[in-house]
T-cell receptor, first 115, second 111 residues
Framework: DTGVSQDPRHKITKRGQNVTFRCDPI?????LYWYRQTLGQGPEFLTY????????KSRLLSDRFSAERPKGSFSTLEIQRTEQGDSAMYLC?????????????FGQGTRLTVV | DAKTTQPNSMESNEEEPVHLPCNHS???????IHWYRQLPSQGPEYVIH???SNVNNRMASLAIAEDRKSSTLILHRATLRDAAVYYC????????????FGTGTSLTVIP
C-alpha cells in the first residue's frame, strides 16, 4: 500500500456535465476526508466519513455535490451540473482515528477544470 | 472554528534553522496544534502535531507556548526540499482531521 490514491488526476469537463472522482485510502484507515483547494488558497474541508458513515458535511458542499463510501473502503465524490466555480483541486485524505489524533495522509488530488 | 494567524511568507538560507510562527489566541483546552506542508502540485504532507508539550520528530520540532496561544515550527537545517507552504491548524482531538486551513506561510529557501 503506497498511500492515498486518487483517480483521475486531471479532468476537463464542459459546464453542466456530471463528474465523479474516486479516492482509495490507506487500507486500514477508518476515516476519509474530502477537501477542495483553489489557486492560492489553503484546502477547504468538504466532508468526512468514519467507515461508511458520512459524519459531517461543510456548508460548502452544495446540493450538487454528493459523496459516498459504500463499504467503508474507497470513496467517490460526484458533482452534478458542474459550474465554472467548481474548477479546483479536489483532495482526499485518510487517517486512523485514535485518541490524540494521528496524521492524515493526503492524495495528490484530482484537478478539475470546467470549461 | 478556532483560527490561526501566520505570516504570508518567509525566507531562509539553506542549511540555516527556520522558525515558523503561528498565533492561535482563541485555542481551547482540547485543541491540538497540527502542522502540514504542501509542495507545489502535491497534496499536503503531515509535519508534526502536539497538545501542550514540545514535540520532536525526524522532520521538525514544535515549540508550544506555555499559555498555548502561539507555537513555532522549527526546521533545524533548511534544505531546498523544504520550500513549501506551511499550514498551522487547530483541531479537536475527538474530531479527527477535519482541518480548517488558512493560507499558510510560503517558505522560500535560498541556496
Amino acid at each position: 500500500d503506497t498511500g492515498v490514491s486518487q483517480d483521475p488526476r486531471h479532468k476537463i469537463t464542459k459546464r453542466g456535465q456530471n463528474v465523479t472522482f474516486r479516492c482509495d485510502p490507506i487500507s486500514e484507515h477508518n476515516r476519509l476526508y474530502w477537501y477542495r483547494q483553489t489557486l492560492g488558497q489553503g484546502p477547504e474541508f468538504l466532508t468526512y466519513f468514519q467507515n461508511e458513515a458520512q459524519l459531517e458535511k461543510s456548508r460548502l458542499l452544495s446540493d450538487r455535490f454528493s459523496a459516498e463510501r459504500p463499504k467503508g473502503s474507497f470513496s467517490t465524490l460526484e458533482i452534478q451540473r458542474t459550474e465554472q466555480g467548481d474548477s479546483a483541486m479536489y483532495l482526499c485524505a485518510s487517517s486512523l482515528l485514535v485518541r490524540g489524533g494521528t496524521e492524515a495522509f493526503f492524495g495528490q488530488g484530482t484537478r478539475l477544470t470546467v470549461v | 472554528d478556532a483560527k490561526t494567524t501566520q505570516p504570508n511568507s518567509m525566507e531562509s538560507n539553506e542549511e540555516e534553522p527556520v522558525h515558523l510562527p503561528c498565533n492561535h489566541s482563541t485555542i481551547s483546552g482540547t485543541d491540538y496544534i497540527h502542522w502540514y506542508r504542501q509542495l507545489p502540485s502535491q497534496g499536503p504532507e503531515y509535519v508534526i502535531h502536539g497538545l501542550t508539550s514540545n514535540v520532536n520528530n525526524r522532520m521538525a520540532s514544535l515549540a508550544i507556548a506555555e499559555d498555548r496561544k502561539s507555537s513555532t515550527l522549527i526546521l533545524h537545517r533548511a534544505t531546498l526540499r523544504d520550500a513549501a507552504v506551511y499550514y498551522c491548524i487547530l483541531s479537536l482531538s475527538n474530531t479527527g482531521n477535519q482541518f480548517y486551513f488558512g493560507t499558510g506561510t510560503s517558505l522560500t529557501v535560498i541556496p
